[in-house]
Structures are given as C-alpha cells and as structure tokens.
T-cell receptor, first 116, second 111 residues
Framework: KAGVTQTPRYLIKTRGQQVTLSCSPISGHRSVSWYQQTPGQGLQFLFEYFSETQRNKGNFPGRFSGRQFSNSRSEMNVSTLELGDSALYLC???????????????FGNGTRLTVT | KNEVEQSPQNLTAQEGEFITINCSYSVGISALHWLQQHPGGGIVSLFMLSSGKKKHGRLIATINIQEKHSSLHITASHPRDSAVYIC?????????????FGTGTLLAVQP
C-alpha cells in the first residue's frame, strides 16, 4: 500500500500570499488530520476531517482552512501568509473502524513552508 | 503549564543501554500515542495505548491511567534509535477529540 503523500515537499512564499497544500491518505483511510510543527511551538493540531466533514479544529486563526474530497484526499489553505506561518505542515491518515474507536496515525513526510 | 509534559528533554545514551522516556499529562484522555521523528521530518507512529502495556521488538510502552503517566522503554539501544520521541494524548473521552502533543525528547545513542 502506498503511504500518505503530501505535495509539494517544499514551498517558498511571500508574506500576504496564499498557499494550498495537498494530502493523499492511504487507500481506504477516511480520516485525515493536519498538524503544524515549528521549533518554538512544537507540534500543534490544525484540523481533522472524516468523510468530507470537519470533526475537530485546533486553535488557529481563520486564515487556516481545509477541506476533504469524496476520495478522502484533503487540502489545507493558508491565506494572507505571515512570517510566523513558516513551518513543517504534516498530515496523517487513519481508519477508525467504528465510531468512538481509535486507530494508529500514518503520517506523510510533510510540506516545509517558508514565508519570506 | 503544558497539558502534556515529557522528560527528559534531551537524552544521550551509549549503544546497548536501556532507555526510558516519560510522559505525564494533566487531562482526561481516551488514548495516548508515542511517535518517532527522525531528522528530515517524517513521523512514525510507534504505539497507541489506552491501557496497560504494548511491546514491539525492542520497544515497550506502558500507561497508568490513574497516575496519568506513560513510559516508553527502549531495550538494547542502537544508534539508529536516535530520533525525537513525542508523546501525544487524545483529550477527553471521544475518539474524535484533538491530539495534544508533548514537546518531545531528543535521543542520541552513541556507538
């Protein structure tokens, strides 16, 4: 089975621009979650989607948004980029077997975003 | 105070040593994850626990729900175990609740 694929791997943007990152989960996985990792704040949860519905959202401003498509692929968008948005953005997929149950997370290699 | 605390923050060991990394949390949780991150960014999920103990190869993870504490043990450590180890908890009772991460433990195993 192919792993979680994130594109692009690296991205350089300018302040004020917007960016869209993509995540393709493992085949059959319907849950996709996004995380931001910075040296100062560590790993922080952004949002989680299941069957095209956002199930949970972290404490990030509205400039951060996401969506999930019917094939479970997910995108996240950051508008009006700020220098502080420079980070490694990771997505993970999982396959919760039943409501209320947990399953391991499978992470992609991340997209490293640099805002100048 | 962070809701998830890890100790130590940095750990240097000699090859072959037994290693323990600790994770304490202050909230009710439904599951705890141990993650491994190598330089370059990729994260691998090592364990997911809601009670008891799990073992995979040289790695052992335990959790004590009453004491709100988990440990990750590495037996017969090897230089390839050098990585950042991160504890993350699923807050609350729901499987859909968000993950909260510890700050990680940087492990260096010297040959």
């Amino acid at each position: 089975k192919a792993g979680v694929t994130q594109t692009p791997r690296y991205l350089i943007k300018t302040r004020g621009q917007q960016v869209t990152l993509s995540c393709s989960p493992i085949s059959g996985h319907r849950s996709v979650s996004w995380y931001q990792q910075t040296p100062g704040q560590g790993l922080q949860f952004l949002f989680e989607y299941f069957s095209e519905t956002q199930r949970n959202k972290g404490n990030f401003p509205g400039r951060f948004s996401g969506r999930q498509f019917s094939n479970s692929r997910s995108e996240m968008n950051v508008s009006t980029l700020e220098l502080g948005d420079s980070a490694l953005y990771l997505c993970a997929s999982s396959s919760p077997p039943r409501t209320g149950e947990h399953s391991p997370l499978h992470f992609g290699n991340g997209t490293r975003l640099t805002v100048t | 105070k962070n809701e998830v605390e890890q100790s130590p923050q940095n750990l240097t060991a000699q090859e072959g040593e037994f290693i323990t990394i600790n994770c304490s949390y202050s909230v009710g949780i439904s599951a705890l994850h141990w993650l491994q991150q190598h330089p370059g960014g990729g994260i691998v999920s090592l364990f997911m626990l809601s009670s008891g103990k799990k073992k995979h190869g040289r790695l052992i993870a335990t959790i004590n729900i009453q004491e709100k504490h988990s440990s990750l043990h590495i037996t017969a450590s090897h230089p390839r175990d050098s990585a950042v180890y991160i504890c993350a908890v699923r807050r609350g009772r729901g499987a859909t609740n968000k993950l909260i991460f510890g700050t990680g433990t940087l492990l260096a195993v010297q040959p």
